[in-house]
């Protein structure tokens, strides 16, 4: 099993507070990734990060950021959380850019009140 | 525009039956990638599977197989007497060759296979 730690596994939240998901890897991979999941829309990709300090936006980037520091932590900062920000959240890690097979941890479910 | 769709939502099977789940797939690159990931009750997504656009010869891995058609711009997943453990979502994905590493993903289709 590829070495993908999310932390927290759960949180309950109120809107308007920031929030951060972390998410830490020991493969030493390059690319990490962080989708939401929803009923009815399957895995949409937040943000992805293609090494330290470079990231880009996904599909539904809107209130969310990421910082990578170090090659093994990607974190989602959630900046005033939102109750359409309820989620479960996939961080996902992947060796190349090629058609290379995605990682994914385990997910944290995040409810916002 | 790059979509996937699996157009059924669950699927309810005795175990030992076959059963196929559907995905159909949008793309207007030649060289694409298509893939299919399994998400067992833990929730943690398993890859099961990855495709190129180039290789349309049908797959078989143990009780699972898949059949790609371009024709049809299906790829379509086969369990043969299914099992109790292969209750789960699956869900199918497509990479084109323009985007970087990024994925659509279909919604996902929910097998339950009871004893």
């Known amino acids: 099993d590829a070495g993908i730690t999310q932390s927290p596994r759960h949180k309950v939240t109120e809107t308007g507070t920031p929030v951060t998901l972390r998410c830490h890897q020991t493969e030493n991979h390059r690319y990490m990734y962080w989708y939401r999941q929803d009923p009815g829309h399957g895995l949409r990709l937040i943000h992805y990060s293609y090494g330290v300090k470079d990231t880009d936006k996904g599909e539904v980037s809107d209130g969310y950021s990421v910082s990578r520091s170090k090659t093994e932590d990607f974190l989602l900062t959630l900046e005033s959380a939102t109750s359409s920000q309820t989620s479960v959240y996939f961080c996902a890690i992947s060796e190349s850019t090629e058609n290379e097979k995605l990682f994914f941890g385990s997910g944290t479910q995040l409810s916002v009140l | 525009a790059q979509k996937v769709t699996q157009a059924q939502t669950e699927i309810s099977v005795v175990e030992k039956e076959d059963v196929t789940l559907d995905c159909v797939y949008e793309t207007r690159d030649t060289t694409y990638y298509l893939f299919w990931y399994k998400q067992p009750p833990s929730g943690e997504l398993v890859f099961l599977i990855r495709?190129?656009?180039?290789?349309?010869q049908n797959e078989i891995s143990g009780r699972y197989s898949w059949n790609f058609q371009k024709s049809t711009s299906s790829f379509n997943f086969t369990i043969t007497a299914s099992q109790v453990v292969d209750s789960a979502v699956y869900f199918c994905?497509?990479?084109?060759?323009?985007?970087?590493?990024?994925?659509?993903f279909g919604t996902g289709t929910r097998l339950l296979v009871s004893p």
């Open positions: 495709r190129n656009s180039f290789d349309e």
């Open positions: 994905a497509l990479r084109w060759n323009t985007g970087f590493q990024k994925l659509v």
